[in-house]
Antibody, heavy 116, light 106 residues
Framework: QVQLVESGGGLVKPGGSLRLSCTAS????????MSWIRQSPGKGLEWLSY????????HYADSVRGRFTISRDNAKKSLYLQMDSLRAEDTAVYYC?????????WGPGTLLTVSS | DIQMTQSPSSLSASVGDTVTITCQAS??????LNWYQQKPGKAPKLLIY???NLETGVPSRFSGSGSETDFTFTIRSLQPEDTATYYC?????????FGLGTKVEI
């Protein structure tokens, strides 16, 4: 069965960096676009970025463009989100999701808290 | 960005009731609209895609309709396990955006 599991969340100071990981199983990872989506009490669900199966197509939301970098390693069936210049407003639960025209499978999420 | 306006923000209903949630897009998105269910502490779960198509394994009491700017999500014969927050999401253009959610209490 399809499974996605995020890891790497935690407490980071403003201006700091962190890398999230998402490990996939149960499907041919390279066949699918993958997205990062976050959820915070103040802003609800927010799509952040997606990456195509072989990393040729990448898009970002304006709120994270230039600060966050999405990548993937198909051999490891893993998706990543490198987050730099973190701000308090980046505090949220971060989900990875398999991406078609919809998000059909989601991981359980990992919590990022940005605070001094 | 396309704005998705959901209403109501919350509702309370009884077991067996039919509930309806609406989602209005700020511009024509054809049928590029999905619906998700989220229970507390869990990730969202896809219920309806392309406005009216039921995801595999989702009970048939859930349904969706609409096109262009106005969409409806319906739960017929409400069950206790349907207590959750429901979100609409468009994929007409980037950025994909979600509605703010409708909390359904039973």
């Amino acid at each position: 069965q399809v499974q996605l599991v995020e890891s790497g969340g935690g407490l980071v100071k403003p201006g700091g960096s962190l890398r999230l990981s998402c490990t996939a199983s149960g499907f041919t990872f390279s066949d699918f676009y993958m997205s990062w989506i976050r959820q915070s009490p103040g802003k609800g669900l927010e799509w952040l970025s997606y990456i195509s199966g072989f990393s040729t197509i990448i898009h970002y939301a304006d709120s994270v463009r230039g600060r966050f970098t999405i990548s993937r390693d198909n051999a490891k069936k893993s998706l990543y989100l490198q987050m730099d210049s973190l701000r308090a407003e980046d505090t949220a639960v971060y989900y990875c999701a398999r991406n078609w025209n919809y998000f059909d499978f989601w991981g359980p999420g990992t919590l990022l808290t940005v605070s001094s | 960005d396309i704005q998705m306006t959901q209403s109501p923000s919350s509702l309370s209903a009884s077991v067996g009731d039919t509930v309806t949630i609406t989602c209005q897009a700020s511009q024509d998105i054809s049928n590029y609209l999905n619906w998700y269910q989220q229970k507390p502490g869990k990730a969202p779960k896809l219920l309806i895609y392309d406005a009216s198509n039921l995801e595999t394994g989702v009970p048939s009491r859930f349904s969706g309709s609409g096109s262009e700017t106005d969409f409806t999500f319906t739960i017929r014969s409400l069950q206790p396990e349907d207590t959750a927050t429901y979100y609409c999401q468009h994929y007409d253009d980037l950025p994909y955006t979600f509605g703010l959610g409708t909390k359904v209490e039973i």
